[in-house]
Nanobody, 115 residues
Framework: QVQLVESGGGLVQAGGSLRLSCAATGRSLVLMSRAWYRQAPGKQRELAAGITSSGSTNYADSVKGRFTISEDNAKNTVYLQMNSLKPEDTAVYYC?????????WGRGTQVTVSS
């Protein structure tokens, strides 16, 4: 059974940084596209950043230049480095993996940015 487990969330002041991790167990995600989504209270879940199996990345306009998605395939882990955080980045951040006919979601990690 595949599990995605996010970690690294927490409370940070505006302008600070956090690094989220998404560790996968049960199968290798090397051939899958992975992404970080986020959902703020009262809002729909939205894509923050994604990385394909070939390493191409894409970002929401709101996080471009501040967030960086990366992967360590040896550790079966995807990261989201978040710099220059803003209060509007406050949300639950979810990891997603798609490919080979499967879709996997993690349970999320809370990020709170205080002003």
């Amino acid at each position: 059974q595949v599990q995605l487990v996010e970690s690294g969330g927490g409370l940070v002041q505006a302008g600070g940084s956090l690094r989220l991790s998404c560790a996968a167990t049960g199968r290798s995600l090397v051939l899958m596209s992975r992404a970080w989504y986020r959902q703020a209270p009262g809002k729909q879940r939205e894509l923050a950043a994604g990385i394909t199996s070939s390493g191409s990345t894409n970002y929401a306009d709101s996080v471009k230049g501040r967030f960086t998605i990366s992967e360590d395939n040896a550790k079966n882990t995807v990261y989201l480095q978040m710099n220059s955080l803003k209060p509007e980045d406050t949300a639950v951040y979810y990891c997603k993996a798609v490919g080979l006919g499967f879709v996997y979601w993690g349970r999320g990690t809370q990020v709170t940015v205080s002003s």
